[in-house]
């Protein structure tokens, strides 16, 4: 119901970057069950941190884009079924800022020698 309020919205073009990296990160665990747990967890900490840090903008972000991933979570647990395309995308997404990360974190222990 809200994913698809979001979807009306356009939301999920405009945050469509934002979806891709959280359901890329979440693929990091095979099992289903798993990931819908700690996606869970890690939504409810980024909401509640932006609540008490009175970050409007983040909550807005992080509201949009976790009710996307986790309906696209548990659509793939009740059906069983996930789309390849998809979880091709959002690993693609997650993996440029995993290498965009390992780049950065290189800069920094080359100034540490």
Known sequence: MFANRVKEEKFD??????????LGYSYRLEDIKQRLFFTFSEAVYAIDL?????????LK???????LVLD???????????D???KQKA????GKI???????????HMYQY
């Open 84 to 86: 390849e395309d998809l």
């Open 61 to 67: 972000l992080n509201c949009i884009v976790y009710i």
């Open 72 to 82: 696209t979570i548990v659509k793939e647990y009740l059906t069983k079924n996930i």
């Open 98 to 108: 995993e290498e965009r990360k390992a780049a950065e974190n290189k800069k920094y």
């Open 50 to 58: 932006d609540k008490l840090m009175k970050n409007q903008d983040s």
């Open 91 to 94: 690993l693609e997404v997650y």
């Open 13 to 22: 073009i405009e945050f469509e970057e934002n979806f891709l990296t959280i």
